[in-house]
C-alpha cells in the first residue's frame, strides 16, 4: 500500500541529508533512538518536579478551610461607621462607631496577662473536670487536647439579649454563671430592661448597683445595642454574644406571645391576604415589638435600604465573637463554650420562656413565606450567620461537633435526674416561681439546697431578682467605711 511501512522499522527510516552530509538507514536509526531517551529522562524530571511542587505547595482541603474561617475571625479590620435613620419619636442609632481603639486597648491588656488566646473560638477544649461522670464523655472532651496549651476561662461577655430568640435560655447560663463566680452584673434598678425602645445609655444603670471601677463583668439582661455607651461599661476584653432565628418563626411567636393582635385587630391567619404595604405600615407594638425585631434590638432602624442593610450586616459580624443560632442551639452552645473556654457543666441549661410544643399554631407555606417578606431584612440578617454557623462547624468539625453535643445532651439528662427536676405545664397557683405566661412550662426541683438546681429552675424575673440582692450587698459591703 503507497505510504505504508513496517511497525518494526524506526520511523523515517530512509536516507536523508542532514545539514548538507549523508546519514545512512542505521545512523539515522540511532540519532532516533538517542533522542527518544533522551525526552524521556527529561519528561520524567519535569514531572517528578511537577509532583514535588504539588505536594509541597497546595493547600489541603483543611488548611484552605482554616484559612477561610481565620479571615472571617479576623477582628481588625473594622466597616465604617453608619448612622441608621430612625422614625421620628425613636432614637437615632449611631450605630457602631470602629472598634481600632478599643482592639488597641485590648491587644494591650491580653499582651500583659500569659497565656491569653487571641479571639475567636480557641483551638483547645477546657476539660470537665468532674470525675464521677462517664468516661466515654471525658474522652471526646479531651480528645486532641494539650496541656500546654489549655485557654483560660473569660469571665467578661456582653450578651445582647433578642426578643423571642431563645435568649432567655442562654440569659440563664450568663446568670448562673457570674453568680457562682461572683462577677459583677449590669442591671436596671427593677426589672430586666436597660434601654428599649430607646438606645442603651450608660445612666440607666443606678449607681448603687455599678463597680466603683464603673465597669461590669457580664451584660444580659434586656436592652436596645448603643456600641458607644455599652463600651463604657464593659471591660475592653469583653466577648460580645447575641443570638438569631428563623425570622418567620420569631414574628410568630413575638405576634402570639406579646398578643399583637389585640394592637393591630389582625389575626396573623390573614396576614397572607394583606396587601404588603400594609403590613409594612404597622406600628411598633407598645413602641418595642414589630417586623425586623432582631436588627431593631441591634440598635438599627427597622426600616433601611439594601446598602445600609448590608452595611449594618457587616458592622455586626465585626463586632459579635459569636452569633449563635436557634434552630442550632446546641451546637452554638458548643460553640459557646469554647469560645469562653468554659466547662461542659458551664453550658447546660433547661429551656426557659419557650411555648410548648403542643400550643405553638403550625404556620401554612403561604403565611410563613409573607412573614418572611415582611421580616425581609431580618432574614438577610438570619441567613448570613446561619451561614457563618455552618461554616464554624465544619472549622471545628463535623464528627467531634457530633460528639459534644451527644455529651451535652446526655449532661443535661444527667442534672435532669439529679435535681428531681420536672415541667410543669400551664399555670399552676401553687408555684411560687412562675414563668411570663400559662404557655410556657416552669420547671420544679425536689433538690433546692443544691444552689445549681435551683437556679438551673428558676424563671428569668426571679433570677435576675436573686443576682440583684446579691450586688447590691456586695457592693454596700465594699463601700461601708472600716
Known amino acids: ?165 431563645a435568649s432567655s435560655t442562654v440569659q440563664n447560663i450568663f446568670l448562673r454563671y457570674g453568680y457562682t463566680n461572683n462577677l459583677t452584673f449590669a442591671l436596671p434598678g427593677a426589672g430586666n430592661y436597660l434601654g428599649n425602645p430607646g438606645l442603651f445609655k450608660a445612666g440607666l444603670i443606678p449607681k448603687s448597683l455599678l463597680p466603683p471601677s464603673g465597669k461590669v463583668d457580664i451584660f444580659a439582661v434586656h436592652t436596645r445595642l448603643n456600641f458607644k455607651d455599652h463600651s463604657s461599661v464593659l471591660h475592653n476584653d469583653t466577648r460580645w454574644v447575641t443570638l438569631v432565628r428563623d425570622p418567620a418563626t420569631l414574628y410568630e411567636s413575638l405576634f402570639n406571645f406579646f398578643h399583637l393582635k389585640n394592637g393591630y385587630n389582625l389575626d396573623l391567619s390573614s396576614f397572607s391576604s394583606q396587601p404588603m404595604a400594609r403590613l409594612m405600615e404597622l406600628p411598633r407594638y407598645g413602641g418595642k415589638f414589630g417586623k425586623n425585631q432582631m436588627l431593631f434590638d441591634l440598635g438599627y432602624s427597622d426600616n433601611m435600604s439594601v446598602t445600609q442593610l448590608r452595611q449594618a450586616i457587616e458592622e455586626l459580624d465585626g463586632l459579635f465573637d459569636l452569633v449563635m443560632v436557634a434552630e442550632r442551639m446546641d451546637e452554638s452552645l458548643v460553640l459557646l463554650r469554647h469560645l469562653l473556654c468554659w466547662s461542659l457543666h458551664d453550658v447546660v441549661v433547661f429551656t426557659k420562656n419557650a411555648r410548648r410544643q403542643e400550643v405553638k399554631p403550625t404556620l401554612d407555606p403561604q403565611t410563613r413565606q409573607t412573614l418572611r417578606e415582611l421580616n425581609s431584612a431580618d432574614a438577610l440578617l438570619y441567613d448570613h450567620f446561619m451561614a457563618k454557623h455552618r461554616r464554624a462547624v465544619l472549622e471545628f468539625g463535623v464528627r467531634r461537633m457530633a460528639d459534644e453535643v451527644s455529651a451535652l445532651r446526655s449532661l443535661r439528662d444527667e442534672y435532669f435526674e439529679d435535681c428531681g427536676a420536672r415541667e410543669v405545664k400551664g399555670k399552676d397557683s401553687t408555684l411560687k416561681f412562675k414563668e411570663y405566661s400559662g404557655l410556657v412550662s416552669s420547671y420544679v426541683t425536689s433538690n433546692n439546697s443544691d444552689q445549681n438546681c435551683l437556679m438551673l429552675s428558676l424563671p428569668e424575673l426571679p433570677l435576675v431578682d436573686t443576682v440583684r440582692r446579691k450586688q447590691l450587698k456586695v457592693l454596700e459591703e465594699m463601700r461601708a467605711p472600716s
Not at 484559612?67 to 477582628?75: E, G, Q
Not at 437615632?92 to 481600632?100: D, G, H, I, M
Request: net charge positive; aromatic share 6%; charged share 25%.
Open 1 to 165: 500500500m503507497d505510504g505504508a511501512r513496517d511497525r518494526n522499522q524506526p520511523p523515517f527510516a530512509a536516507s536523508v541529508d542532514l545539514d548538507g552530509g549523508h546519514m545512512s538507514l542505521q545512523g539515522l536509526a540511532h540519532h532516533a533512538l538517542y533522542t527518544r531517551h533522551l525526552k524521556t529522562v527529561v519528561g520524567g524530571l519535569v514531572l517528578v518536579t511537577l509532583v514535588m511542587l504539588v505536594m509541597y505547595t497546595t493547600p489541603t482541603p483543611t488548611a484552605l478551610i482554616l484559612s477561610a474561617a481565620n479571615s472571617l475571625r479576623d477582628t481588625g479590620n473594622f466597616p465604617k461607621p453608619y448612622v441608621s435613620s430612625g422614625k421620628a419619636g425613636y432614637d437615632v442609632a449611631a450605630s457602631l462607631p470602629l472598634r481600632q481603639e478599643k482592639e488597641k486597648e485590648k491587644e494591650k491588656e491580653k499582651r500583659k496577662e500569659e497565656g491569653q488566646v487571641e479571639r475567636g473560638i480557641p483551638e483547645k477544649a477546657f476539660g470537665l473536670g468532674s470525675q464521677d461522670r462517664e468516661s466515654w464523655r471525658s474522652e471526646v472532651l479531651m480528645a486532641g487536647e494539650s496541656a500546654e496549651a489549655q485557654c483560660r476561662p473569660q469571665h467578661h461577655v456582653m450578651f445582647l439579649k433578642t426578643h423571642k430568640c
